[in-house]
């Protein structure tokens, strides 16, 4: 059982820069997988970054490749997400996320965090 808690969520101004974090209880963080999601108003939750268990490979859908970080700290159970040069379109609830396994790529996330919210003024 994992249980995830995210923090670091705000506003900013664009082009400004946010870190969040998600801090995982569970014996299990350190074999997990972990990813980030967001959903915006009126749309569906979208993937953002993902991490594998190590910190060796990670995954970023295009549009905040170059922008946007994910790293772990297994031993802090911690995975954050540096976001820089932030845009209005990245306004959303963030979601942190973790795997049932280590299986890379993550086929299926198994437990989620309560989300916060991250808004980008123009």
């Known amino acids: 059982q994992v249980q995830l808690l995210e923090s670091g969520g705000g506003w900013v101004q664009a082009g400004g820069s946010l870190r969040l974090s998600c801090a995982a209880s569970?014996?299990?963080?350190?074999?997990?997988?972990m990813g980030w999601f967001r959903q915006a108003p009126g749309k569906e939750r979208e993937f953002v970054t993902a991490?594998?268990?190590?910190?060796?490979?990670?995954d970023y859908v295009d549009s905040v490749k170059g922008r946007f970080t994910i790293s772990r700290d297994n031993a802090k159970n911690t995975v954050y997400l540096q976001m820089n040069s932030l845009k209005p379109e990245d306004t959303a609830v963030y979601y942190c996320?973790?795997?049932?396994?280590?299986?890379?790529?993550?086929?299926?996330?198994?437990?989620w965090g309560q989300g916060t919210q991250v808004t980008v003024s123009s």
């Open positions: 996320a973790a795997s049932r396994g280590s299986r890379w790529p993550i086929i299926e996330y198994g437990y």
């Open positions: 569970g014996r299990t963080f350190g074999s997990a997988g």
């Open positions: 991490i594998n268990w190590s910190g060796g490979s990670t």
